[in-house]
C-alpha cells in the first residue's frame, strides 16, 4: 500500500522508534501515546482489519505483542496494560494497516476505558446469541 503511513515504517521509508521487529511483525512506539511507552504492533504485510489477517499472521502478530507487553511490563510498565484493536472507522481505526495497541497501565493514569453498560430486554441476549452463531 503506496499511502500507508505503516508499510511505510515497516519499510524504514519514514522514521519510527521501532522496539522490535522479525520477519512478519513490527513494533514501534505511537507517535502521540495514551500513556509514554504504548506500543503498536503491525504485521509487516499490509492487512486493513482483523477479519482480513490469515490465522497463522494472526498468531505471529500475538506472539510479537506479547514479547513486546513483557518488555514492556518489565521496563517503564507495572505489569498492568490494556491490549486494545480498533477496526474499522466507526471503531476509531484511523489507520487503516492493521495493529494492536499495547498501552501501559498506572494507577493514576488519566487514561479512562470505560463504558456505559446496556441492558438486554428479556430474551434478547438469547436473540443476540442464536444470530451470531448462525455464521458459525
Ligand atoms: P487507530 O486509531 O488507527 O487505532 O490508531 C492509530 C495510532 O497510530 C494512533 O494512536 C496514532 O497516534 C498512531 N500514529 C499515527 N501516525 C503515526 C506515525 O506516523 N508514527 C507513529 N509512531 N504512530 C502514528
Ligand atoms: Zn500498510
Redesign the pocket.
Known amino acids: 500500500m503506496e499511502d500507508c ?2 508499510c ?2 515497516v519499510k524504514g521509508d ?1 522514521p ?2 521501532k522496539v522490535y521487529e522479525n520477519k512478519d511483525t513490527v513494533a ?7 500513556n509514554k511507552g ?1 506500543c ?1 504492533i503491525v504485521t509487516r504485510d499490509h492487512f486493513e482489519t482483523l477479519l482480513d489477517i490469515p490465522d497463522e499472521k494472526l498468531g505471529l502478530l500475538m506472539e510479537a505483542a506479547k514479547k513486546v507487553t513483557r518488555a514492556l511490563s518489565l521496563s517503564v510498565g507495572n505489569g498492568a496494560y490494556n491490549i ?3 477496526n474499522g472507522e466507526v471503531a ?5 494497516h492493521a ?1 494492536l ?1 499495547v498501552i501501559p497501565r498506572f494507577k493514576k493514569d488519566l487514561l479512562r476505558l470505560k463504558w456505559i453498560n446496556r441492558k438486554y430486554e428479556t430474551g434478547e441476549i438469547h436473540e443476540f446469541a442464536a444470530k451470531i452463531k448462525k455464521f458459525l
Open positions: 503511513i505503516f511505510k515504517i519514514i519510527a522508534a514501534f512506539l505511537d507517535i502521540a501515546p495514551a504504548h503498536l486494545l484493536m480498533n476509531g481505526q484511523v489507520v487503516k495493529h495497541h
